[in-house]
């Protein structure tokens, strides 16, 4: 194992901030996995499983068991770690800007596809290794040029994963079932991954608008492929997923450490560990279309109780919760507006009319074009 670190120019004089990873394996020697938590940095689940990963994998190092290498960046967002308001932790936005840190990564694609255009030829593994040189001289640059810490910071993450083979960016919701995002392009990975880590739902969407992490990694070879593929191949070379570990509160340890392990099971199962005992044995998860999820909003301001709990399969009109209007005493239902899976809802039980206070998650299509929330 080897420690990186790399430092980010501050916006203010004499503060310093820095990224750190950790590499397990050998660089070059086999698929590139790389894991993120915290990018989010009001989000704690995915920061302690990885905490619980890295002993693994250094003990998996240890044994002679790895065939890849594993870069893992425990803490994605230094800058929102520090942002506390009301004295509660604000790791969503950045605070100056409002800018959510898991929005308007660059467009790799559109930086680079003049360059490569003429260095693609008939071989696949070729063109992914032209695209990623690309990838990683154009992040150089973008980072070089960043006029902000927190775009440095999201051109310095990117820097580490972008000829990753698998991308795996832990986050949580407020509270939740276990489930995630992913593209349309790798099936077999995203059932993999949800049968090794117990996801429930799996959302999926080729580009959900907002370029967040995860798509920053799959749009640019769908663009790609868009633009070249009539005449060159280029395969999707980048399982890239978002990753809900549950709710807010849900940070303990023996949760985080079988979520370590499962984490393990899914590396292993996609070749980057040999002798690990276990196989993914979850359930299949429900693959649903991110474009059939819908929100369900508060009908007045004030206090929520729920009757739905996350992970309840729901009916149109069926009653989720009721709000209360301290003041008047009028007692409204909140009333699931599809048929599918209620698998978020939100952490605070105040409310003020109009607010999202939960999602169903259903088979039809409802919407298209910008599909995340801000
Ligand atoms: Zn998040």
């Given at each position: 194992m080897i420690c990186l670190s790399t430092q980010l120019r501050s916006d203010s004089p004499s503060t310093t901030r820095a990224l750190v990873a950790y590499r397990f394996g050998a660089e070059g020697a086999g698929p590139k996995a790389y894991l993120q938590a915290g990018l989010h940095a009001d989000e704690m689940p995915g920061v302690l499983v990885l905490q619980h990963l890295m002993p693994l994998l250094q003990a998996a190092e240890a044994a002679g068991q790895m065939m890849g290498e594993v870069l893992v960046v425990p803490l994605a967002n230094p800058i929102g770690l520090s942002q506390w308001a009301f004295q509660r932790p604000m790791g969503r936005q950045e605070t100056t800007s409002l800018h959510n840190f898991n929005r308007g990564f660059p467009e790799l694609a559109d930086l680079v596809a003049d360059k490569v255009e003429p260095l693609l030829g008939p071989s696949a593994a070729a063109n992914v290794a032209v695209i990623r040189a690309a990838f990683r001289e154009a992040l150089a640059q973008l980072r070089a040029a960043a006029l902000t810490e927190m775009l440095e910071m999201q051109a310095a993450l990117l820097q580490w994963s972008c000829d990753a083979d698998y991308v795996l960016d832990l986050h949580c919701d407020h509270e939740a079932v276990m489930h995630l995002y992913a593209s349309p392009a790798r099936p077999e990975d995203t059932a993999k991954l949800c049968r090794a880590v117990g996801a429930e739902l799996a959302l999926i969407q080729d580009i959900s608008g907002g370029n967040a992490f995860d798509e920053a990694h799959t749009v640019p070879w769908l663009v790609l492929q868009r633009r070249f593929g009539d005449r060159f191949p280029i395969p999707a070379a980048a399982f890239s997923t978002t990753l809900e570990y549950r709710g807010q509160f849900d940070v303990d340890d023996a949760t985080a450490a079988q979520d370590a392990r499962n984490l393990m099971t899914f590396l292993a199962s996609v070749g980057?560990?040999?002798?690990?005992?276990?196989?993914?044995?979850h359930a299949d998860a429900r693959h649903l279309p991110l474009g059939g999820s819908s929100e369900v909003f508060a009908p007045q301001g004030g206090v929520v109780t729920w009757v739905a709990k996350p992970g309840q399969v729901v009916v149109a009109g069926e009653v989720l919760a009721h709000v209360t209007d301290a003041a008047s005493r009028v007692r409204l239902p909140v009333l699931a507006a599809t048929d599918g899976v209620m698998f978020r809802r939100e952490l605070w039980r105040s409310c003020l009319r109009g607010q999202g206070l939960a999602h169903i998650a259903g088979e039809n299509v409802l919407h298209d074009g910008e599909l995340l929330s801000d």
């Amino acid at each position: 194992m080897i420690c990186l670190s790399t430092q980010l120019r501050s916006d203010s004089p004499s503060t310093t901030r820095a990224l750190v990873a950790y590499r397990f394996g050998a660089e070059g020697a086999g698929p590139k996995a790389y894991l993120q938590a915290g990018l989010h940095a009001d989000e704690m689940p995915g920061v302690l499983v990885l905490q619980h990963l890295m002993p693994l994998l250094q003990a998996a190092e240890a044994a002679g068991q790895m065939m890849g290498e594993v870069l893992v960046v425990p803490l994605a967002n230094p800058i929102g770690l520090s942002q506390w308001a009301f004295q509660r932790p604000m790791g969503r936005q950045e605070t100056t800007s409002l800018h959510n840190f898991n929005r308007g990564f660059p467009e790799l694609a559109d930086l680079v596809a003049d360059k490569v255009e003429p260095l693609l030829g008939p071989s696949a593994a070729a063109n992914v290794a032209v695209i990623r040189a690309a990838f990683r001289e154009a992040l150089a640059q973008l980072r070089a040029a960043a006029l902000t810490e927190m775009l440095e910071m999201q051109a310095a993450l990117l820097q580490w994963s972008c000829d990753a083979d698998y991308v795996l960016d832990l986050h949580c919701d407020h509270e939740a079932v276990m489930h995630l995002y992913a593209s349309p392009a790798r099936p077999e990975d995203t059932a993999k991954l949800c049968r090794a880590v117990g996801a429930e739902l799996a959302l999926i969407q080729d580009i959900s608008g907002g370029n967040a992490f995860d798509e920053a990694h799959t749009v640019p070879w769908l663009v790609l492929q868009r633009r070249f593929g009539d005449r060159f191949p280029i395969p999707a070379a980048a399982f890239s997923t978002t990753l809900e570990y549950r709710g807010q509160f849900d940070v303990d340890d023996a949760t985080a450490a079988q979520d370590a392990r499962n984490l393990m099971t899914f590396l292993a199962s996609v070749g980057f560990l040999r002798d690990w005992p276990e196989a993914p044995d979850h359930a299949d998860a429900r693959h649903l279309p991110l474009g059939g999820s819908s929100e369900v909003f508060a009908p007045q301001g004030g206090v929520v109780t729920w009757v739905a709990k996350p992970g309840q399969v729901v009916v149109a009109g069926e009653v989720l919760a009721h709000v209360t209007d301290a003041a008047s005493r009028v007692r409204l239902p909140v009333l699931a507006a599809t048929d599918g899976v209620m698998f978020r809802r939100e952490l605070w039980r105040s409310c003020l009319r109009g607010q999202g206070l939960a999602h169903i998650a259903g088979e039809n299509v409802l919407h298209d074009g910008e599909l995340l929330s801000d």
